[in-house]
């Protein structure tokens, strides 16, 4: 029994990572309409800067967390201007094959460098040991991490001046521009925060797991799975969505074997849509 519930902590931390990385996704498609199709790619760039800064540069592995941030929002800028502020207001198709187009482009270039091979990157932290199971250090360190940048992004959004333009372009773009705010450098640096949180959300898996260029398709998948659970546009409840999908996960895992997770959070896609078209947590959307 003991083993079920230690599964069921160890994938409700991992589900805060898949929270943070929900919510560069959901940032992006709430104040711009645009569905980030690179958004799996972003990820892998996160996991092979860690790589980089450990095996290159020699660093601990977290001090890639604050250059993540900052390297993904300045890339995520570059990535607007190049690839998305063409399609704004344009049909979602239009959006849909720009954003692939990079997705390709940046697999492309990553399998080019690294090939398909798989990585990883050995991370040693204290773990806690209760009735002789482990939960590791690393999980428990990426879920509060993943918390806290959660954190921060609610403060930013909810509580300065920039957050407020933010959700006042999401809300209605052209009374915004009326009230005088910039909408286009607001929508780039939206545009930024989105890709800067899943970049350092891939930073974090790649503490947790090992990974190779395509791995940022499942990602994207848990991604998508956690927006319909959480509400569009709404990063608090792309938390409690990711925490929610660890919660299944952990449930899940005992009991079957792992390659048929996937169709169950497929399918857990397909009834949210169904069911709860706005989103389960849509209540915690301000």
């Given at each position: 029994?003991?083993?079920i519930?230690a ?15 929900a ?11 645009v569905?980030?199709?690179?958004h799996?790619?972003?990820?892998v760039i ?5 790589y980089?800064?450990?095996?290159s540069?020699g660093?601990?592995?977290y001090v890639?967390?604050?250059?993540m ?15 998305v502020h063409?399609?704004?207001g344009q ?13 390709m482009?940046?697999?492309?270039l990553?399998?080019?460098v690294?090939?398909t091979?798989p ?5 040693s ?5 209760l ?6 250090g690393?999980h428990?360190?990426?879920a509060?991490?993943?918390v ?6 609610y ?5 300065t001046?920039?957050g407020k ?7 209605n773009?052209e009374?915004?521009?009326?009230t005088?705010?910039?909408?286009t450098?607001v929508l780039a640096?939206?545009f ?10 891939g930073?974090?898996?790649?503490t947790?797991?090992?990974?190779t ?6 990602y994207?998948?848990k991604?998508f799975?956690?927006?319909?659970l959480?509400?569009?546009g709404?990063?608090?409840g792309?938390?409690l969505g ?13 009991f079957m074997?792992v ?10 896609f397909v009834?949210c849509?169904?069911?709860f078209?706005?989103?389960?947590f849509s209540?915690?959307?301000?």
């Open positions: 029994m003991f083993g519930l599964s069921v902590i160890d994938g409700i931390l991992v589900g805060a990572v898949y929270g943070l990385a919510m560069g996704l959901t940032l992006i498609w709430g104040v711009m309409n569905i980030n199709l690179a799996g790619a972003i990820i996160g996991m092979f800067l860690l980089i800064i450990v095996y540069l660093l601990h592995p890639a967390i604050p250059a941030i900052v390297f993904g929002f300045l890339f995520g800028i570059v990535l607007y201007w190049i690839a063409r399609v704004i049909a979602e198709l239009m959006s849909l094959l720009s954003t692939f187009a990079v997705n482009v940046l697999i492309g990553g399998t080019a690294w090939s091979s990585y990883n990157v050995p991370v932290m204290p773990s806690i040991s009735h002789g199971y482990t939960f590791t690393t428990i360190t990426a509060i991490m993943a806290v940048i959660a954190g921060l992004l403060v930013l959004l909810y509580h001046r920039i333009a933010v959700r006042a372009v999401a809300n773009r009374a915004a521009e009326l005088g705010i910039p909408t450098q640096m939206a930024g925060l989105g890709v800067a949180l899943a970049g350092v959300s930073t974090l898996i790649a947790l797991f090992p990974f260029v395509l791995s940022g398709d499942a994207q998948l991604s799975v956690v927006t319909v959480g509400g569009l709404n990063p608090a792309a938390l990711g925490v929610a999908l660890g919660l299944i996960e952990g449930l899940a895992t005992p074997p390659s048929w997770i996937p169709v169950v959070e497929f399918g857990l009834f849509l169904i069911a078209p706005r989103g389960i209540f915690t959307k301000a």
